[in-house]
């Protein structure tokens, strides 16, 4: 009797177990029967845990935007013409005839020399040239009535020596007369006028002085308006717009300047001229600009920046700076997202950036969607990705201005 109650104790045992097994195994494969609660948060922590497997990040459009980035060049202001006045004849400065500093006109009278003896000797060469002009009218006479003699009342030797007194006396009237130039030439020049419009310096001469051209320039004026402006160019730099004019495809510049002070310049520049040789210790030309200067703001000798930009400028799809990635071997690139919401990054050639905005020349197109934050996480390619509201950043936002402490 106690043996069959073990046997029966033993089956029952193994049954307990195996429902136990079996159950167990239910749980594990998720087959036991649930609630319609258990489900619901079931379903909804695998869609959690599908989301936390993809990435969020926020996009862009690339814009179309206009790309005119200036170019800066350390200019040099330099006169058009400067002219030294040198006098051409001595003698003591009786007048002068304006202020240190002052702006004048060409023919101007600047400075009066005493003229006395310049006056007496061109008095003197005129009746030089009258006394030999009455010469040569009496020559010339009796020349004339030596032609119309009778051959039987004089010789061949007396006719030959009136045209010989004639010619010498037309020969002394030249003289006298090239001696009277001379003479109102160096009267002339008693009075010094001003050759070219500009702004004349510090005078070396005052009145009652003694002059000559061995002595040195009275004064110096100085050209300044229109300026002209200089700065150097590469070689490099100098060929590829030689190359562009030559192709047809170099785009008008507009020529702006930075004055030193900081302000700029309310006066556009145009084209001058370039110089006819590189330098060899620079493999630079100087290339030249002229600018007008009605209110003297620009000074010979002065350097200011030289900006240059187009006058219509190109256009290029742009994006944000912080849209760019550093690739291998120093390139630059993006992450597009496509319509199935997968990235793929994308090698670009860029310019350089222009007003928080980066120019791509080559690799994008305008109202593609590019990543513009949330590359915490490494992406790759065909990666899936969630699309989130960029947050807002006034340190990258281009239109940004912070406000002023006063």
């Known amino acids: 009797m106690a043996e069959k109650e073990s046997t029966v104790g033993s089956i029952i045992g193994t049954i307990v177990l195996a429902a136990v097994c079996v159950a167990g195994g239910w749980i594990g494969k998720d087959m036991w029967p649930k609630s319609a609660g258990n489900d619901a948060a079931a379903k909804a922590a695998k869609a959690a845990a599908a989301a936390a497997a993809q990435q969020t990040v926020a996009v862009t459009n690339a814009e179309m935007r206009v790309y005119n980035l200036p170019e800066r060049f350390v200019a040099h202001a330099e006169a058009v013409q400067e002219v030294d006045l040198l006098p051409q004849i001595d003698g003591y400065v009786k007048e002068i005839k304006f202020k240190e500093g002052d702006v004048v006109k060409a023919g101007q009278l600047l400075y009066v020399i005493d003229d006395e003896r310049y006056q ?26 030596m032609q119309k003699a009778d051959e039987r009342g004089i010789t061949q030797l007396e006719r030959d020596n009136a045209e010989a007194a004639s010619e010498k006396a037309k020969a002394a009237v030249m003289q006298a007369k090239a001696n009277l130039v001379v003479a109102e030439y160096d009267l002339k020049k008693t009075t010094v006028v001003a050759p070219i ?92 600009l002229s600018f007008p200067n009605p209110e003297r703001l620009l000074i010979p000798n002065s350097y200011v920046t030289l900006l240059t930009d187009y006058e219509t400028p190109p256009s290029y799809p742009s994006v944000p700076q912080q849209c760019l990635i550093d690739l291998p071997g120093g390139n630059r690139g993006i992450w597009i997202v496509k319509d199935d919401m997968t990235v793929e990054q994308r090698p670009v050639e860029v310019k350089e950036a222009f007003e928080g905005w980066t120019p791509v020349v080559s690799g994008l197109e305008a109202g593609e969607r590019v990543v513009l934050s949330g590359t915490a996480k490494p992406l790759g390619p065909g990666v899936k990705v969630t699309l989130v509201e960029p947050t807002s950043n006034d340190d990258i936002n281009p239109d940004h201005k912070s406000p002023i402490e006063e």
């Open 197 to 288: 419009a500009g702004q004349i310096g510090k005078s070396s001469a005052h009145v009652g002085d003694y002059v000559s051209s061995s002595k040195g320039a009275l004064a110096k004026i100085v050209q300044i308006d229109p300026i002209r402006v200089s700065f150097p160019l590469t070689d490099r730099a100098y060929i590829a717009w030689r190359q562009s004019q030559r192709k047809g495809t170099d785009r008008a510049f507009r020529m702006r300047l930075i004055l030193p002070d900081g302000s700029e310049y309310d006066q556009e520049g145009k084209w001058d001229f370039d110089d006819n040789q590189m330098s060899r210790e620079t493999a630079s030309i100087m290339m030249r």
């Open 120 to 145: 007496a000797v061109a008095n003197q060469r005129k009746a030089d040239l009258a006394a030999a002009e009455a010469e040569a009218r009496r020559a010339e006479r009796y020349y004339e009535r």
